[in-house]
T-cell receptor, first 113, second 110 residues
């Protein structure tokens, strides 16, 4: 299995608080992604990174920011959590998205009350 | 923009039945196509892929053929098992990222 770890696995937080989710990889892959999974919507891309300090927005980036200061870590931050951000968040990594598989973490279940 | 459309679920089958899950796509250029599977409580994992027109991807008895003329990549299996119960996602490779369909839940009963 690809070495990818998400933390925390579960989190409950209150509306308006900041939250940071961490994705850590040991594969030295260039590409890292944050998706959210919601019933009826499948997987939607939030942000992704194609290298250290190189990031771009996905289709649902509002309310989220990311940082990648080193190859192995990709952080997702909710600056001020809202109930609509209650979801399961998945991190994924790959060497080459056009040809190599994405390897997914086991997800972080976030509940915003 | 690029997009993937999958059939709505859930798909409910008896063990040993034939499975088809439809997937069509819209894309500029010549993307690679993928099927991913998600078992309960887990992240997605690659099931099979095809990188060019007329390629057939296969794995664990599942197959899908990249049809450029119909822009489709339908997933098939001749005889499903209870252990195949999961959510299946079709995806295509965009620029620097994968674009996923909404997923199709498969439920197989003994």
């Amino acid at each position: 299995d690809a070495g990818i770890t998400q933390s925390p696995r579960h989190k409950v937080t209150e509306t308006g608080t900041p939250v940071t989710l961490r994705c850590h990889q040991t594969e030295n892959h260039r590409y890292m992604y944050w998706y959210r999974q919601d019933p009826g919507h499948g997987l939607r891309l939030i942000h992704y990174s194609y290298g250290v300090k190189d990031t771009d927005k996905g289709e649902v980036s509002d309310g989220y920011s990311v940082s990648r200061s080193k190859t192995e870590d990709f952080l997702l931050t909710l600056e001020s959590a809202t109930s609509s951000q209650t979801s399961v968040y998945f991190c994924a990594i790959t060497r080459d998205p056009s040809n190599s598989p994405l390897h997914f973490g086991n997800g972080t279940r976030l509940t915003v009350t | 923009g690029d997009s993937v459309t999958q059939m709505e679920g859930p798909v409910t089958l008896s063990e040993e039945a034939f499975l088809t899950i439809n997937c069509t796509y819209t894309a500029t250029g010549y993307p690679s196509l993928f099927w991913y599977v998600q078992y309960p409580g887990e992240g997605l994992q690659l099931l099979l892929k095809a990188t060019k027109a007329d390629d057939k991807g296969s794995n664990k008895g599942f197959e899908a053929t990249y049809r450029k003329e119909t822009t489709s990549f339908h997933l098939e299996k001749g005889s499903v098992q209870v252990s195949d119960s999961a959510v299946y996602f079709c995806a295509l490779s965009g620029t620097d990222k994968l674009i996923f369909g909404t997923g199709t839940r498969l439920q197989v009963f003994p």
